[in-house]
Nanobody, 120 residues
Framework: VQLQASGGGLVQPGGSLRLSCAAS????????MGWYRQAPGKQRERVAI???????IYADSVKGRFTISRDNAKNTVWLQMNSLKPEDTAVYYCNAVVKRLGSIRYMDYWGQGTQVTVSS
């Protein structure tokens, strides 16, 4: 199972970016999907997660600015980031809880990370 993330880049404060993450491989089903981030010198933190029924949880720091969504048929999750701030600068990682074909349990999988830099 592979998670391929894309969409990071350099943006000015107040700008927007949209991150995408597609899961591929021997997938039977996918549970929750989410985005995490890690800034230099800090621990990885959860940004947003979305369940299979579309219910969401956001970190307080991004509520009202970020929106997570998913397409179950495409095994894809997105993170729309608006009103970006310098403190949003980090490497963003997508995560999915996946049951592989032939497996009896779900496991965590991570994407490779995409850099988001908010700076003027």
């Amino acid at each position: 199972v592979q998670l391929q993330a894309s969409g990071g880049g350099l943006v000015q404060p107040g700008g927007s970016l949209r991150l995408s993450c597609a899961a591929s491989g021997s997938i039977f089903s996918i549970g929750a999907m989410g985005w995490y981030r890690q800034a230099p010198g800090k621990q990885r933190e959860r940004v947003a997660i979305i369940s299979t029924d579309g219910s969401t949880i956001y970190a307080d720091s991004v509520k009202g600015r970020f929106t997570i969504s998913r397409d179950n048929a495409k095994n894809t999750v997105w993170l729309q980031m608006n009103s970006l701030k310098p403190e949003d600068t980090a490497v963003y990682y997508c995560n999915a809880v996946v049951k592989r074909l032939g497996s009896i349990r779900y496991m965590d999988y991570w994407g490779q990370g995409t850099q988001v830099t908010v700076s003027s």
